[in-house]
């Protein structure tokens, strides 16, 4: 059975995050944000959710390939045969990549992993579920060469955790490595949306890919982060989503019949005959660009909290079996984050049940008869009542029921989040644009 090395890595991002907290606050650098950083987990968490499905089924497709079509017999005990599948799985995964930043179907299932407007280790684990879906289809030569599919998902599991702690704005040039390998320098220019980054810098654990083909650029000043046309949302389904409902409207109104076909298929700036491009001005200047940052009280933001961290518990211990559960909790503090009156209302109905979950749960690893279960049924009562009423307690909070709520404003360091405060762009560590 092979071992699956991103679960049993899970503590160690979780750790590697506060380090980079406690980096942060030593540099008095703004690297973290708690809205935006609840949003990241929440979308890895979702990942983890329904993306496990999805990649054990297109997984199926690898292993049909070997099982039927693969040209070599690849030996397990062969140290050459494992680096040669780390060096052409990283090759494929470029190319895949490159081809998710290119190709407006699988941007869609990309883009999740750029909507961030802040840049460090939280992020790494923001992902799309969808990606899975296409990405399989550029790893199928190993398949035909013969790479077997436990070599296959080991190293594909080195490339991806390398990836992690390039997600950093606390490191800076690491000098000769910089030609070969991927680093956090080379891996900021990609997720910049300033006009002279976009789609570049395409490697997972190797940038020769992008030196190869003409994708690298050096990092020069301090990139402003996101996506051109910011998410302006903490909803995490919405995230993976929105970008395939922007494209079937693009479709729909695209005069030629042949454009509402190639919409799917071009670059995600080209746009059918007849269509302008909407969006923010492609030149943006730092001093004018203001990041999505709905402001709500503090003590909502404890609330928030308090309903994420037993959320993620949770999610690690009985992930398949409460997933709706999950994703319905995470949705609901995306939608407190931003004042949203839904979130209130959904809110309202998801603490019922939650409380009738715990106390079955109860009921199957005490039973209700006996006095410790009811004291357990009695104390999730108590809490569920005590939850509402903080709840409702900031009501007057959520008085959008579409936007954020720009009233009620935060002083402190939870939910406006500059942790630590920013300091001028001289105190920078990594560089000197910020």
């Not at 750029?114 to 992020?123: A, R, T």
């Not at 000769?176 to 080379?186: D, K, Q």
């Not at 749960?361 to 006996?370: C, D, H, I, V, Y």
Request: hydrophobic fraction near 45%.
């Amino acid at each position: 059975m092979v071992p699956n090395l991103i679960e049993m890595a899970i503590p160690v991002f979780f750790l590697l995050i506060g380090v980079e907290l406690f980096v942060s606050w030593l540099q008095r650098r703004a690297n973290y944000r708690f809205n935006d950083t609840i949003n990241d987990l929440s979308m890895g968490t979702v990942d983890q959710v329904g993306g496990a499905f999805l990649k054990s089924i297109v997984f199926i497709g690898y292993l049909y390939v070997y099982e039927n079509h693969r040209l070599l017999e690849i030996p397990m005990s062969s140290t050459v045969a494992w680096v040669a599948c780390l060096l052409f799985y990283d090759l494929m995964y470029y190319w895949a990549h490159r081809a998710s930043h290119e190709v407006n179907i699988m941007w869609g299932s990309h883009i999740p992993h750029h909507q961030s407007e802040e840049y460090n280790l939280s992020v790494a684990l923001r992902q799309g579920v969808f990606q899975g879906c296409f990405f399989w289809i550029f790893y199928l030569p190993l398949a035909f060469t013969g790479f077997p599919p436990a070599m296959f998902i080991v190293m594909a599991s080195v490339d991806t955790l390398y990836q992690f702690w390039i997600h950093t704005r606390t490191i800076g040039k690491l000098g000769p490595l910089e030609w070969v390998f991927n680093t956090p320098s080379h891996h900021r220019v990609h997720h910049a949306k300033n006009p002279k980054y976009i789609d570049r810098n395409h490697g997972g654990m190797l940038i020769i890919w992008d030196r190869l083909f003409g994708t690298f650029k050096e990092e020069e000043e301090e990139p402003i982060y996101g996506t051109a046309t910011p998410l302006r949302s903490w909803n995490p389904v919405w995230a993976n989503v929105h970008y395939w409902i922007d494209l079937t409207k693009l479709a729909w109104k695209a005069p030629r019949w042949q454009d509402k076909f190639l919409v799917w298929f071009m670059k995600p700036a080209w746009r059918p005959e007849g269509i302008e491009k909407e969006g923010p001005p492609a030149h943006l200047r730092r001093e004018f660009y203001e990041k999505y940052n709905p402001r709500i009280p503090v003590s909502l933001s404890i609330y928030v909290f308090v309903q994420f961290l037993p959320t993620m518990i949770i999610a690690t211990s009985f992930l398949k079996k409460v997933a709706g559960l999950i994703i319905m909790t995470l949705v609901c503090i995306g939608g407190i984050l931003e004042g949203k009156r839904w979130a209130l209302l959904l809110e309202g109905l998801r603490l019922p049940v939650l409380g009738g979950a715990a106390i079955i749960w109860t009921q199957r690893a005490f039973g209700l008869e006996t006095m410790l279960g009811q004291i357990v049924a009695l104390l999730v009562l108590v809490d569920v009542v005590a939850l509402m009423i903080w709840l409702l307690s900031h009501r007057r909070a959520f008085t959008h029921p579409f936007g954020p709520v720009a009233a009620d404003a935060i002083s402190s360091a939870i939910a406006d989040s500059e942790f630590p405060p920013q300091l001028p762009d001289s105190h920078s560590p990594a560089r000197t644009g910020h």
